[in-house]
T-cell receptor, first 110, second 113 residues
């Protein structure tokens, strides 16, 4: 079955430290992967998608098909990055619906 | 520009009661979804719709029903609420099914006693 796993429930770092939020997936085929973010008291929103290969708010994510991973990285964390982050996979075997991981709460301390 | 609006935002029910959550979007999106969010479980798809008059089951459909009588509205119903349905419910909409961006509502927190 298609699956997205985020092994860390909580990741706590100090401001200025590098951040890596892990995401692993299982999928038969070429996956479409996304990162969504939910800031406190805000709606869940798209952060970035692997197909665009862009950097948003300093975050990047590279699809590693060999390791079936799509880790989210930022070289220098900021306090405003504190939020809940969800990795998601578009399952084309089921019409393209999004499958979300369990989520990782990022806490950036001053 | 309201985007996706969910009502109500909070509700407390007793076991066995029924209720309906309303989702409305003003972006003319074809696709609409209902997810539930539980600690440690992430977001799980309950039901979705690929257009007016259509609905389909997601990952966890049991105990819920949905209707999409109008393109802009997607209703989620609980006929006989159970404590296991205590959760935060999110509605979302999108232009496409899959690679497109999902636009989410603010969430509805439901507690079943």
């Amino acid at each position: 079955a298609q699956r997205v796993t985020q092994p860390e429930k909580l990741l706590s770092v100090f401001k200025g430290a590098p951040v890596e939020l892990k995401c692993n997936y299982s999928y038969s085929g070429s996956p479409e992967l996304f990162w969504y973010v939910q800031y406190s008291r805000q709606r869940l929103q798209l952060l970035l998608r692997h197909i665009s290969r862009e950097s948003i708010k300093g975050f990047t994510a590279d699809l590693n098909k060999g390791e079936t991973s799509f880790h989210l990285k930022k070289p220098f964390a900021q306090e405003e990055d504190s939020a809940m982050y969800y990795c998601a996979l578009s399952d084309y075997n089921q019409g393209g619906k999004l499958i979300f991981g369990q989520g990782t709460e990022l806490s950036v301390k001053p | 520009n309201a985007g996706v609006t969910q009502t109500p935002k909070f509700r407390v029910l007793k076991t066995g009661q029924s209720m309906t959550l309303l989702c409305a979007q003003d972006m003319n999106h074809e696709y609409m979804y209902w997810y539930r969010q539980d600690p440690g479980m992430g977001l799980r798809l309950i039901h979705y719709s690929v257009g007016e008059g259509t609905t389909a089951k997601g990952e966890v459909p049991d105990g819920y029903n949905v209707s999409r009588l109008k393109k802009q509205n997607f209703l989620l119903g609980l006929e006989s609420a159970a404590p296991s349905q205590t959760s935060v419910y999110f509605c979302a909409s999108s232009w496409t099914l899959g690679a497109g961006e999902l636009f989410f509502g603010e969430g509805s927190r439901l507690t079943v006693l």
